[in-house]
């Protein structure tokens, strides 16, 4: 890792920045995702902000303009000018449910909520310069987030929220889904007809299969016939999961919105009560005692999901577990489910590599994507794995000199050929923003 090189690649990152962004928002990739997505915006964010802070504040100002009346973010907002992307504006029909904006189409669920946190950076790099405006202006829209997940999403009243769709999970086709997504027969349940384009951009063999669509299309629709009414779509639902990242995410999440409201000098009581809550229950019903880290719980079936999802190792980016979990986390890290001694594979693939399930090239099932190995790199500093956190940084390099800001990775470095290991999108935005963030110390 020679600086000159980092500095040469923090400038491309900011070009692929400045080519997807629309004037209002940052477009995740040119072709692929011409709209705003929700989890990508705060990464993005992130990134400009160690060098544009309006822009920071831009891209979230933008997404939240999309906020539901229930508090709702939803996980894709549509640029009107924009055709041509499926699932679109017209697929979703948000304007069914009386919780939607009037004026601007969005679709019908949500993602991790990183937003609180980003708020939190885009302050602290203001560095010489507080200006507690903006703070001001997204608190009460931050906190109303929040209410959404523990009023809606958290039936048991545990302080753990679930997901009712996969791509809330933003890890769309991760193997975790796949025994609960079984439940939806697709020889008996009626799918309706619909035209994908991600396969005609990008090759079919690195996205997620036909059938895959066929549920995630079918769960869509199953939520249009409730308006998007939560109450309704959980008392029906077969797709209902606790998720340890998105979970984790939340409680992070929390964990600066309390900080926040300390700046502010606003009451954080509600959210202190959350944070403790959402912590306790991860530990308590998230932890798989036989592989030793954390897993998904499937609320349906009531029953833990077969671990394997890097997910099981993020919560350490929440300051969830205790030293010796936390310890049991990096025994797992570095265990040949998700990195190679010989030193063959990228840290981290996203599925457990010695499963059936694992899959180097297809999305979800096992690529190596920019945005975990940015969790995973700020849990292991908080706490103070710093030899392993330096392993993510070399990594994360390593990819993205090799081959570029490509959307997704393969997980191992021997490939015959050079060309073929990064898959999705080029010049992918949050992919160039998180580098960016990785390696602020650069910025000159
Ligand atoms: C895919 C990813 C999701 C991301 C979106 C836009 O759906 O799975 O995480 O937010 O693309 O980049």
Redesign the pocket.
């Known amino acids: 890792m020679d600086e000159k090189t980092i500095k040469h690649l923090i400038e491309i990152a900011k070009k692929n920045l400045e080519r997807n962004w629309t004037g209002k928002y940052t477009k ?2 040119p072709q692929l ?1 011409p709209h705003q ?4 915006s705060g990464f993005i964010s992130i990134g400009y902000s160690h060098f544009n802070l309006n822009k920071a504040r831009q891209e979230i100002l933008s997404l939240f303009e999309a906020q539901w009346a229930n508090g709702m973010l939803p996980h894709i907002v549509f640029n009107p000018n924009v055709s041509g992307y499926f699932p679109g504006a017209d697929f979703w029909n948000s304007k069914l449910s009386p919780q939607a904006p009037k004026n601007i189409y969005t679709s019908g669920l949500t ?1 991790p909520a990183v937003h609180s946190t980003v708020c939190l950076i885009i302050y602290k790099n203001q560095k010489n310069n507080p200006d507690k405006d903006f703070l001001k202006f997204m608190f009460e829209k931050l906190k109303k987030l929040h209410s959404f997940f523990y009023d809606y999403r958290d039936p048991n009243k545990e302080g753990l929220v679930y997901i009712r769709h996969p ?1 809330e999970s ?3 086709n991760s193997p975790s889904w796949d025994h609960p997504l079984e439940r939806i027969n697709l020889t008996k349940v009626k799918i309706p007809s619909y035209k994908r384009v991600d396969n005609t951009i990008v090759s079919p063999e690195n996205r997620p299969t036909k059938e895959d669509y066929d549920r995630y299309v079918y769960l869509v629709a199953q939520s249009k016939k409730h308006n998007y009414d939560e109450k309704l779509i959980f008392s029906e639902s077969v797709f209902l999961i606790q998720d340890p990242l998105f979970n984790s995410i939340l409680c992070k999440a929390n964990e600066d919105l309390i900080e926040i409201a300390s700046i502010l000098k606003e009451d954080s009581s509600q959210i202190k009560e959350w944070y403790e809550q959402t912590k306790r229950s991860i530990n308590d019903k998230l932890w798989n005692e036989e592989e030793r880290y954390y897993t998904c719980f499937d609320l349906y079936a009531n029953k833990q999901i077969k671990p394997g999802s890097v997910s099981g190792l993020l919560p350490i980016y929440g300051g969830i577990p205790d030293l010796k979990r936390a310890q049991l986390i990096i025994d797992k890290l570095n265990s040949p489910s998700f990195s190679n001694n010989g030193g063959e594979t990228y840290l981290v693939p996203t599925y457990d590599m010695q499963s059936k399930e694992f899959n180097p090239v297809k ?2 099932r096992g690529p190596v994507w920019i945005n975990i190995n940015w969790f995973l790199y700020n849990g292991l500093r908080r706490y103070n794995f710093h030899s392993q956190a330096e392993r993510v940084l070399q990594d994360t390099f390593d990819l993205i000199s090799r081959y570029g800001f490509y959307e997704y990775f393969n997980p191992k470095r021997n490939l015959n050929d050079f060309s073929s290991g990064a898959y999705g999108g080029n010049h992918f935005s ?1 992919s160039s923003a998180l580098f960016i963030d990785l390696f602020s110390k650069y910025l000159n």
């Open positions: 995740p990739s995702y997505w929700n989890w990508d993602m791509w933003g890890m769309d999305y979800w949050w």
